[in-house]
């Protein structure tokens, strides 16, 4: 156990609640997650970003704690967000640089690595995510979907033990939804989706199901997804 | 450097940053204060020279020149009208000359390098000035341009399907609110990327 008193590899909710100004968007949140891929759901405004959003240290709770392999998000984000990789909805939000390649070569500016070795692990990565042909293009210029493996590649390319993504789908066609599971399919990395695609999360090993800021479903895919589509109904 | 790198590797792309950069304010500076017609000439034919070298296409050349005609269109008369065509001329070559430049410098240099050597200027200054924060500033200020475009550009096409066409109002609010948004969502994915100080 940690000095937080938590297991490493776990990321620990200890009544979590959230709000943003007068309207409280979690509410007593508690949880403990060790699988591997674990899916949240939830309708708008049910709080399923928010709680993604504390695995990074991007929002910290207004009561409780949270906990990534030991460490408090609250205390200790910048330590948390090196382990903790986001992906969002709006890839281009998240592009900053002008290039593909410079791109994925931009989240390693704070690593300090050797040129050649930050050299090396941008083209692996960009190899993995077939983005290689790509990688002097304006990146502003790509299509929905290879913007977003763009940004899948520009969070991994830090090696986060752990990737978050809220709503990765959302803006994406069909085609291109498709091709971003796969590539999340794939992943070795341990993974948080937020989704509203279904179909994303039902090989997952766990769901959970937001409503009104509560957990209200959590479960192994096939019963919280029955629960969630009986909650929408 | 809005995403037009023509990639290469020409000795143009292979030369350092920082030695392009001097070497754009040297001819630029000394553009401003040598107003012969030789020297211009040469400078001219010089610029010409470089593309080449950089195997830069005429027509990705002339993209990056073009805008800054419309300018001339509008200066040259009246600096004809107050100065003379001598000084028009000059004046016009002069700004060709420092334009075509800047984009050669553009077209060949990575914005990542450029990055690199304002932390090698900077360095002496690391007292004083965060290199690392200036070059962040430089690079979102680069990339605020296509998203300010594309913001501007989805925002007038909602507008007119609004049939408020004219409304500066229909123009600035959604503009102004969405740029907002933009910079606190980018914001937020920089502080995700561990650029959080």
Known sequence: ???????MGEIV???VSHDFGDERVLEDVSLVLRERRVGIVGANGSGKSTLARMINGLVTPTVGRVVVDGLDVSRRGREVRRRVGFVFTNADNQIVMPTVREDVAFTLRRHRLEKADAAARVDAVLERFGLTDL????AHRLSGGQKQLLAIAAVLVAEPAIVVADEPTTLLDARNARRIAATFEALDERLIVVSHHLELLEDFDRVIVMEGGRVVADDVPGIALEAYRALIA | MIGVLHPGTSLVHRTPALVKLALLAVVVTATAFIGSLAWLAATSALVVLLFAAARVPVRVALRQVVPILWVLAFAVPLQ????????????AVRLLIAVALAALYTLTTPVSATLDAMQVLL???RRWIDADR???????TIRCVPLLADLVREVMEARKARGAEGSLLALAVPVIVRALRTAEHLGEALTARGFDD
């Open chain 1, 13 to 15: 909710f200890e009544g």
């Open chain 2, 134 to 140: 200036v070059g962040l500033a430089l690079a979102l």
């Open chain 2, 80 to 91: 004809v009208l107050f100065g003379g065509w001598e000084a028009a001329a000059v004046m």
């Open chain 1, 135 to 138: 990688a002097d293009r304006p």
């Open chain 1, 1 to 7: 156990m940690s000095a937080a008193g938590t297991a």
């Open chain 2, 123 to 125: 360095r002496p200054f």
